[in-house]
């Protein structure tokens, strides 16, 4: 059988909207180093300016979902101001106003905002990351002190012995 992505691919191959496509990274390495592939089968989606990974199941029910609830109507770009909304039409409007160094000067602050966004995050993941070492720490000697007071090993190996003695029994 097909691959999930290929039969949404025959599914849709006569869509004005939706294009399903494979492409083969040995021979469009390019492509693929643009778009970021790491390991197949990477699955984007959305405008080519603003391209997004999908994360979501693999099997066709469910990107077949994904599909019909996202990707079945136009979307909404630069390319396609009839897909907007018109807060969104209004606002290109005025990006498109704006001088190219203006521009840059945007990407700029996104960019630096996107990084100290990424600082935050990795602190907040080494803090996490600290808090459970130290809880797996703690739940160790939890474990290791009620071996040690219980007498758990020397308890198992007595069942062991007396398992032994009822199977010769039998």
Request: charged share 35%; with cysteine; proline share 2%.
């Amino acid at each position: 059988m097909a691959p999930a992505w290929e039969q949404l691919a025959d599914d849709y191959k006569d869509s004005k909207v939706t294009l399903i496509a494979e492409v083969d990274c040995t021979d469009e390495e390019e492509l693929c180093e643009t778009f970021d592939v790491q390991g197949f089968p990477t699955l984007n989606y959305g405008d080519v300016n603003d391209v997004q990974d999908y994360q979501g199941q693999r099997d066709y029910d469910s990107l077949k979902e994904f599909v019909k609830e996202n990707l079945e109507q136009p979307i909404c770009s630069i390319h396609n101001m009839g897909a907007c909304a018109k807060d969104v039409k209004d606002a290109i409007a005025g990006l498109e106003k704006k001088s190219a160094e203006e521009l840059q000067k945007i990407v700029e602050e996104f960019e630096k905002g996107a990084e100290e966004a990424d600082a935050i995050l990795q602190a907040e993941i080494e803090r996490v990351e600290e808090e459970y070492s130290k809880a797996v720490e703690a739940h160790n000697e939890k474990v290791d002190k009620l071996k040690a007071s219980s007498h758990y090993t020397h308890v198992m190996a007595l069942l062991s012995k007396m398992d032994d003695k009822l199977e010769e029994e039998f």
